[in-house]
Structure formats: C-alpha cells, structure tokens
C-alpha cells in the first residue's frame, strides 16, 4: 500500500517573524507553526510543507503573491543555492532588529530573566567582506545547478572548490565570488582552482576517499598580512610543490603558505601536522597595540572589527579599577585575558585546548604582559574548589563558553564562590539563558549588549553584566 503524503500546500500564508537559524516563521490554518527556508518577514506566499512534526511544519515557499518591503536584492549570485547567507535579502536593519529581539526573546522567556533597559544592538560597520578566515572544499562532482540539469549538455569539467551544500557532505558547490571575505581571497581561490585543474591535479571524492587537493583556507589579518593553507589528501611531491610554488609565484604578498598531508576520513586538521612551506608558520593580528599570533590551528574571533568592539564593551562590564583578581573562563588563546590586563591586579585564563594555551602564553609574553596565568584543562575538572584555593578567590568573572555554554558543574562553581560580577559573553543566547536563569537566585542582569559579529546570517553575539544581589 502506497504510503500517503502527509505534506500540504498553504495559500497565501504571511509571513510573520524571524526565528532559529535563519528560518522565517508564519502560522498554518491548523494553528501550527510554519518554518520556511526562504522568505522575509512581510512576505505572503504559497508555502509547500516538506516535514510535519506534533506543533509545527517545515516547508518552502513556492509562489509570492506580495514580497516584503524589508525585501533587498542580494548581491551574491550564489545567495539561495550556497545556504551560507541566509538572510542578504533581507535590509540589514531588519537583521539587526530580529537579532535583537531574538537575544532578548530568549533571555525573557527561556531565561525568565528580569532584563534592566536593554542597550541596542551594535552593528557592524563593515556587512559584506568583514571575515577574516574561510575554509572551502575541493569536489571532481561539483553540484549542478538545476539550470545546467535541464539543458541536457555534457558537462565533463566537474571541478569544483567552495562550499557544501547545506545538507549534503558530499556535494560542494563551486564558488565564483565570495562577499565574506577581503580580496585577495577571491583571487587565490579562483587561481588555484584555475591552476589545479589546467595541470591535472586531482580535485578529492570524498565518497571514494580519493583524489590529491582536499581543502583550501584562508586567512587575513588586520594589519594585511595572509596565511594560505592547502589540505592534500595524498602525498604527491611533484605535484603539491608544483601547485605551492606557483601560488607563491603569483601571490608574493603571501606571509605564510602551509600545507597538511590529511587521509583521515574528515578533513579536520587539529590532530595533523602543519607544514610551513614558505613564509612564516603564523600570522599576527592586532589590537589597541596588543599583538596576536594566528597560527592555522589557532582560534580567533572571525570579525576582527567586530571583535575588538565586543572586548570593549566585556572589559566595560566587567567595572575594573586595577585591584581585582579576575578569571577568564573559556579565555581561547587569552585575547580578552590581554586586552583586560591592564586594568586588573592580576587575570588567571583557563581553557581546554593545550595548543591554544601555548599561543596564549607567547602572545603575553610577546606583548609584555606579567600579570596573566594560563592554565590547561576541561573546565569542570580543572575550575575547582582546589585551583581556587591555589590561585586565589576571583573578585571578576569574565566566561565566553562555546555553543552548549557552561557545563552546570561550572555554574555550581561560580554560585559556590560567588564573585562579585561576573560578565558572560556567548555566541548562542539560548544555552546564555538557560545558564543565567541558574545563576538567577543570586546575581541580578544590570547590563546586556548584543553585537551582531556575523552579519547576512542570523548569528549573533550577546554580552551580559550581572552583580551580586
């Protein structure tokens, strides 16, 4: 017996708000909510339903009969098939606006957090080419766009070197012009792909596991210096110094260009070597005269603008008067834990990531700074009763957690040691709320800031101050 489609077109459906992830959100005639890939708030549209749960659908618009007047045109051709800038047709007031109102959403509702007058959301200045590093993927079976399907040509070059597609792990569309990051990064890319494929270097199947050129990255820095990095699957002398030394010839401006044999399964280069075959094994960047080292393993905020912006308004939160100890939870390679040195007795960063901690220490000692300590561990098992005891009761607590937030063995921590202010910066203000909420009972939000790091996407950055009660 046939199994019956339970997907349904809706006519005619408004679109209402902005929700998780980029989706727009509206309401079905059954009362359920309506998550759609690609709409604008304003907009009303025939949406055809792709997956039905108990209390909402998911599903795509099909016709427009009115298009939103928070409508813009987006400038990237690949904007609707590359998923990576889900919101550039949208105004960018607009982003900013549901941004906002997500942070503060979520801080209200998921949170219950009792909010003081909540500080406008800072943009960025810069909303195209503000990135500082990008990854892209090398495929011999590019994704065909339905253009080229129908047109029933042969289409034997299938190289490709850009992104996947949302969804897929194995389909990579190729990329011609990226909007994210500053050239010369489109021009390296467009030069090694052009290269690779008139000299007969194999573009990586990813379904076979076979091929030579698996990923390409790049990074830039504010002070204008650039790493190229070139992932090979195997390792083939002649050909990978053949491809190296003519981006080198090409790109004289390269600072440093890298190279990793990888024939793992994924493309992860943490666990690899890095090989620095020209120029320096890092770059810096650099911020308020204080320098950092980038290497390819290194973690820095990829808004660099954006970033220093948001270290000011945490080092703002955190109200230091140059007697205070304070922590640095999840301190990365220690760039909050410098920038607010200065004006601290003394700054103690803990972070799980050992490479991260030795950058951390060299860029200190690099910017003569003597009153930071690093120290190396999974955050629950290393910020105890004990380290305390050790390195003494913080008066400050500054956390920038990952994605999931604090572990709730940290928080039991915090509220055991009760500092005097504590300053919470986070990427994801769902998992901020569900923490604030347990820190609730004894600290009160005097402050919150959100800064939009990642504009034409719907990420964004929050900051919170929150005093003892």
């Known amino acids: 017996m046939a199994r019956r489609n339970k997907n349904k077109l809706f006519s005619e459906i408004e679109v209402t708000d902005a929700g998780a992830k980029g989706k727009a959100v509206a309401k079905s005639p059954d009362g359920r909510v309506i998550f759609i890939d690609n709409a604008v708030p304003g907009d009303i549209a025939d949406v055809q339903t792709t997956r039905k749960r108990k209390s909402y659908y998911q599903g795509t618009a099909v016709e427009f009969h009115k298009l939103s007047d928070k409508r813009t045109e987006p400038v990237c051709r690949h904007f609707g098939t590359c998923g990576g800038c889900k919101w550039q047709n949208m105004?960018?007031?607009?982003?900013?606006?549901?941004?906002?109102?997500?942070v503060i959403n979520n801080l209200r509702r998921l949170g219950k957090i009792e909010l003081p007058e909540v500080t406008p959301i800072l943009g960025s200045e810069k909303i195209y080419f503000y990135r500082n590093k990008m990854e892209f993927s090398f495929s011999d079976s590019r994704w065909l766009t339905q253009k080229e399907i129908q047109s029933g040509e042969n289409i034997e070059n299938r190289n490709a070197l850009g992104f996947h597609i949302p969804g897929m792990w194995d389909k990579i569309l190729d990329i011609e012009k990226c909007h994210l990051q500053e050239d010369p990064s489109n021009a390296i890319r467009n030069f090694v792909k052009k290269f690779a494929t008139e000299n007969g270097l194999e573009f990586f199947n990813t379904r076979n596991q076979e091929g030579l050129l698996r990923t390409l990255m790049l990074r830039t820095s504010s002070t204008g210096e650039i790493m190229v990095l070139i992932q090979f699957y195997e390792d083939r002398k002649d050909q990978r110094e053949l491809l190296l030394n003519a981006i080198a010839k090409k790109f004289p401006e390269i600072t440093s260009l890298q190279y990793v044999i990888n024939n793992k399964p994924n493309d992860t280069i943490y666990d690899q070597e890095v090989i620095c075959y020209k120029g320096r094994d890092h770059i810096f960047e650099e911020m308020e005269g204080l320098k950092f080292k980038i290497n390819a393993k290194s973690f820095?905020?990829?808004?660099?603008?954006?970033?220093?912006n948001l270290y000011k308004i945490a080092?703002?939160?955190?109200?230091?008067?140059?007697?205070?100890?304070?922590?640095d939870l999840y301190t990365g390679t220690g760039t909050i834990a410098q920038f607010v040195a200065k004006q601290a007795k003394k700054v103690i960063g803990v972070e799980a990531v050992p490479e991260a901690i030795i950058d951390a220490r060299e860029n200190a000692e690099r910017n003569n700074i003597e009153n930071v300590e690093f120290y190396v561990g999974d955050m629950r098992k290393v910020f105890t009763e004990s380290f305390i005891n050790k390195h003494g009761h913080p008066d400050v607590i500054i956390t920038d957690p990952p994605r999931d937030g604090m572990h709730k063995d940290v928080v039991a921590q915090i509220i055991g040691i009760l500092p005097e202010r504590i300053v919470?910066?986070?990427?994801?203000?769902?998992?901020?709320?569900?923490?604030?909420?347990?820190?609730?009972?004894?600290?009160?939000?005097?402050?919150t800031q959100a800064v939009d790091m990642f504009p034409q996407t719907h990420h964004v950055e929050n900051v919170v101050c929150l005093e003892r009660r």
């Not at 820095?300 to 220093?308: E, F, R």
């Not at 998992?431 to 005097?446: F, G, M, P, S």
């Open 424 to 447: 919470y910066v986070s990427c994801n203000s769902a998992t901020q709320a569900r923490d604030l909420a347990l820190l609730d009972e004894h600290y009160k939000v005097t402050a």
């Open 315 to 327: 080092r703002d939160y955190a109200g230091l008067k140059g007697d205070e100890l304070v922590y």
């Open 300 to 308: 820095y905020q990829t808004n660099s603008d954006q970033a220093y």
């Open 91 to 102: 105004e960018y007031k607009y982003q900013l606006e549901y941004k906002q109102q997500e």
